[in-house]
T-cell receptor
Framework: SQTIHQWPATLVQPVGSPLSLECTVE??????LYWYRQAAGRGLQLLFY??????ISSEVPQNLSASRPQDRQFILSSKKLLLSDSGFYLC?????????FGPGTRLTVL | AQSVTQLGSHVSVSEGALVLLRCNYS??????LFWYVQYPNQGLQLLLK??????LVKGINGFEAEFKKSETSFHLTKPSAHMSDAAEYFC??????????????FGAGTRLAVHP
């Protein structure tokens, strides 16, 4: 069966520090992968999606970037965090239009 | 672009009462529709989905939803609320993106509270 992992589970970072969040999927090959952010009291905002290695599409301009170095690995990064980057970050993979979500990473920028 | 509207950011019901969470969508093509549930500090879990066929869809935990094309709605219901149903619920519609793939457009979510 397929599983999706995210780490770390929680992260507290100072403003201006770099960020790297990792997502890996097991049990499937060539998945579509997605990064969402959920800010406090708000719905989910799609940040990036990827349909293959090295293929990244950005939904909104922002302080973040994404990379897909391997088929089942999706990384969310920032060179310098802003306070507004705080939130709950969810990775997802999809097949046949249905998306399956990871456990999420809670990021607090102070 | 498609959009999803969830009426009521907070809904409160008594244990044993009917749960009704509203979702309306805008789509120019026949949509795929989804309901997800999120418990605190966890990822999203799929409750149910509509793709084609029967418009009344049954999901996990006793939830069901009915696709009404004429009303562009996909409301989520459960006949009798349980304390464990307290969570946040998200409605989503699938939108085509390049290469024949899809992404999900989510509503803002409805937080369901169940009181004794």
């Amino acid at each position: 069966s397929q599983t999706i992992h995210q780490w770390p589970a929680t992260l507290v970072q100072p403003v201006g520090s770099p960020l790297s969040l990792e997502c890996t999927v097991e049990g499937t090959s060539n998945p579509n992968l997605y990064w969402y952010r959920q800010a406090a009291g708000r719905g989910l905002q799609l940040l990036f999606y990827s349909v293959g290695i090295g293929q990244i599409s950005s939904e909104v301009p922002q302080n973040l970037s994404a990379s897909r170095p391997q088929d089942r690995q999706f990384i969310l990064s920032s060179k310098k965090l802003l306070l507004s980057d705080s939130g709950f970050y969810l990775c997802a993979w999809s097949v046949a239009g249905e998306q399956f979500f990871g456990p999420g990473t809670r990021l607090t920028v102070l | 672009a498609q959009s999803v509207t969830q009426l009521g950011s907070h809904v409160s019901v008594s244990e044993g009462a009917l749960v009704l969470l509203r979702c309306n969508y805008s789509s120019s093509v026949p949509p795929y529709l989804f309901w997800y549930v999120q418990y605190p500090n966890q990822g999203l879990q799929l409750l149910l989905k509509y793709t084609t066929g029967a418009t009344l869809v049954k999901g996990i935990n006793g939830f069901e939803a009915e696709f009404k094309k004429s009303e562009t709605s996909f409301h989520l219901t459960k006949p009798s609320a349980h304390m464990s149903d307290a969570a946040e619920y998200f409605c989503a519609v699938s939108e085509p993106i390049s290469g024949g793939y899809n992404k999900l457009i989510f509503g803002a979510g409805t937080r369901l509270a169940v009181h004794p």
